[in-house]
């Protein structure tokens, strides 16, 4: 490839917005070592697939759409190298290179070593050594490289894993978890907010245990604090924050939201399974009593908030009566909305080497029919409440259904769209709303 002036690559990006945000940090990085981003498959020397191994589903389609790129770029002049970044497990890892859909895979905490890595490959020397967990990387360095609406962005203040949920491959592809520098949080959020953008979610896979020691452990900021320095610092800019894991979401924090404005009214409060036998095995560390107390508690010191969860349907041993106690329990709470699935063991995991996957795949599906069902009750159920009412709606670009209408979120996450008029991109707009569906409030 020596011979080659411009080397260009191309990605795409499956899974969670951490992944997008992966993403935006390995362009970045590339970018800085003189290769050329191209939205053109055809023209792309590299070919780099951003995946996620969460769940079977994500790995089924990353071995379509390879054979897909593959077949797009066979009568090519250029031959590309394939690379798969972001989560994928060991054994299909080695599959993948075996059946040549793939030339090689790297790490997510090895980023910054991709470059190398691709010069190495040119040069005909396979790169060793891609697989290594760095359990101190967390890109903090790294200005990634945003393309999407510029208003609205993410930012990872955690990474990695330490919960060992038993069916979760995360901690397995990701390592330890590790938090970020506040002072780089704080002064990455003030740019982007000098940049123009008005929208900032921080990620991490559990970011209620964000936590940094510094001054020689004199000093420890713990999420609470982090919200609560970010919400001033940078006061007209939203903050949302995902993931939060029930057992670790403190008191404190609930009440910095409430204290704050620009901390949006929304928490994503993944609950997995109402039965706790269920809990127990997913090794899920608070039981569902526990679980409802912690709603209550949002409830009564924020009571506009929003929730949202992730269950899984089908995990190993889970009964009639356990599913009827996931059903109980939803029907307590009532979700503004959430994500279902039903469980696929995962290699690697606790629950892939020890437990059964004993629950028939009709069950798993009809099981998950039904929570999805009663999910599109309680949405409604919410949903018909904001009729009539006016909704602070931060616009975030074209409606996707129709262009002559913008679309925003209000506080609580709920996708809003209004006829657009005078208004631009970017803005806080008072809107009154008239209609809705199971998924998005319509405004005037
Ligand atoms: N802490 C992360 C979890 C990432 S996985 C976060 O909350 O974003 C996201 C969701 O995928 C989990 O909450 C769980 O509901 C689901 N999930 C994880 N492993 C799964 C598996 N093996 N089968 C089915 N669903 C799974
Ligand atoms: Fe996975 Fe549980 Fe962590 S779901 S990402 S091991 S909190």
């Known amino acids: 490839m020596n011979h080659i002036k411009k080397i260009f690559f191309y990605i795409e990006n499956y899974g969670c917005q951490m992944n997008i945000s992966d993403s935006e940090i390995i362009i970045a990085i590339l970018l800085k070592n003189q290769f050329f981003l191209t939205k053109n498959i055809k023209k792309a020397h590299i070919i780099l697939i951003n995946t996620c191994a969460v769940r079977k589903k994500p790995e089924l389609i990353l071995i379509n759409r390879l054979k897909k790129i593959k077949y797009l770029t066979s009568n090519n002049k250029i031959h590309p190298i394939f690379i798969v970044i972001g989560c994928l497990s060991k054994d299909n890892s080695f599959f993948l290179k075996k059946v040549n859909l ?8 090895s980023y910054k070593k991709l470059p190398y890595f691709i010069n190495l490959y040119f040069k005909n020397k396979f790169p060793k050594n891609i697989q290594q967990i760095n359990n101190k990387e967390n890109y903090s360095d790294i200005i990634p490289f945003r393309k999407k609406n510029k208003i609205t962005t993410f930012l990872s203040i955690t990474r990695g894993c330490d919960n060992m949920c038993t069916f979760c491959i995360v901690p397995f592809t990701r390592g330890r978890e590790r938090s970020r520098d506040p002072y780089s949080i704080i002064k990455e959020c003030k740019n982007l907010y000098i940049q123009g953008y008005r929208e900032i979610t921080l990620l991490g896979q559990n970011v209620d245990s964000y936590i940094w ?93 929003s929730i949202s969860h992730d269950i899984i349907t089908g995990f190993c041993n889970e009964e009639e009566e356990d599913h009827k106690k996931t059903i109980s329990l939803m029907n307590e709470i009532k979700y503004h909305y959430g994500y279902m699935f039903s469980y696929s ?17 009709y069950i798993k599906k009809r099981r998950l029919k039904e929570i999805i069902d009663l999910q599109k009750n309680h949405s409604i159920f919410h949903m018909k409440k904001y009729l009539g009412k006016q909704q602070e709606i931060l616009i975030e670009g074209v409606s996707k259904k129709n262009d002559q209408y913008w679309f925003g979120r209000n506080t609580q996450n709920i996708i809003t769209v209004f006829p657009k008029k005078k208004y631009k991109i970017g803005q806080m707009v008072f809107i009154n709303i008239i209609d809705y569906t199971s998924a998005t409030l319509i405004g005037e």
Do not use: W
């Open 345 to 361: 063991p995962r290699p690697g995991t606790y629950a892939y080497k020890k437990l059964k996957d004993n629950v028939p795949l």
């Open 102 to 109: 793939i030339d090689f895979n790297i790490h997510p905490d």
């Open 213 to 305: 020691n510094y001054e020689n452990n004199k000093k420890i900021i713990d999420f609470s604090n982090l919200l609560d320095f970010l919400a001033k610092e940078i006061p007209f800019m939203r903050i949302r924050f995902s993931t939060s894991n029930p057992h670790d979401m403190s008191l404190q924090v609930i009440k910095i939201i409430s204290k704050h404005k620009n901390i949006c009214k929304h928490i994503h409060l993944p609950v997995q399974s109402g039965s706790n036998k269920i809990l127990k095995l997913m090794n899920r560390k608070y039981t569902r009593e526990k679980y409802i107390n912690l709603i209550k508690k949002i409830k009564s010191i924020i009571p506009e908030c």
